[in-house]
């Protein structure tokens, strides 16, 4: 059964240095997310990203992120300058669109914990 | 924005015990799922159900999008069925703060 991958599962960093997480979306879907989860709090939306642009953000989606599709396979966000607070794990998912409405199917995660 | 309300906020039961957790939201929405956050922290797809009812071994939704409402069904529960389990509404890209749920053997 295809499935969303991420990489790298967990991922430490200095305050203040520059982060990618990465996720290959499965194969036939056409839009992208990005959603955080600071432990033990629910899950947050970031961004969805459709035909190569950003469609939706949310206020957390600063100009400290930026997310990208490098190549036809890979989704990536970045985050240029890391703080504490964004010490968390991050979800890629994906969905096909059918008729109006849209499954998401989610990755593993990427846990990034910045000192 | 939909507000996402779920209750109840912990869940306690002993192994072979049935539950019902619900999810309440505020607007209509024809895009709503149910995940399961395992130990591990990953989120696994329990049901994609905008309407109706669907079932999937011990585990069935039941969606009535007239009246706002999402329930999950467990029945007979398994110590690995312990964890958090979430509702979403993706109109509004909306999780729901989860119901934590602890099976005991």
């Known amino acids: 059964e295809p499935e969303v991958t991420q990489t790298p599962s967990h991922q430490v960093t200095q305050m203040g240095q520059e982060v990618i997480l990465r996720c290959v979306p499965i194969s036939n879907h056409l839009y992208f997310y990005w959603y955080r989860q600071i432990l033990g709090q629910k899950v947050e939306f970031l961004v969805s990203?459709?035909?190569?642009?950003?469609?939706?953000k949310s206020e957390i989606f600063d100009d400290q992120f930026s997310v990208e599709r490098p190549d036809g396979s890979n989704f990536t966000l970045k985050i240029r300058s890391t703080k504490l607070e964004d010490s968390a794990m991050y979800f890629c998912?994906?969905?096909?669109?059918?008729?109006?409405?849209?499954?998401?199917?989610f990755g593993p995660g990427t846990r990034l914990t910045v000192l | 924005g939909i507000q996402v309300e779920q209750s109840p906020p912990d869940l306690i039961l002993q192994e072979g015990a049935n539950s019902t957790l619900r999810c309440n939201f505020s607007d209509s929405v024809n895009n709503l799922q149910w995940f399961h956050q395992n130990p591990w922290g990953q989120l696994i797809n329990l049901f994609y159900i905008p309407s109706g009812t669907k079932q999937n071994g011990r585990l069935s939704a039941t969606t009535v999008a007239t009246e706002r409402y999402s329930l999950l069904y467990i029945s007979s529960s398994q110590t690995t069925d312990s964890g958090v389990y979430f509702c979403?509404?993706?109109?509004?890209?909306?999780f729901g703060a989860g119901t934590r749920l602890t099976v005991k053997p």
């Open positions: 998912a994906s969905s096909a669109w059918a008729g109006g409405h849209y499954e998401q199917f």
């Open positions: 979403a509404v993706f109109n509004d890209m909306r």
């Open positions: 990203f459709y035909n190569n642009e950003i469609s939706e």
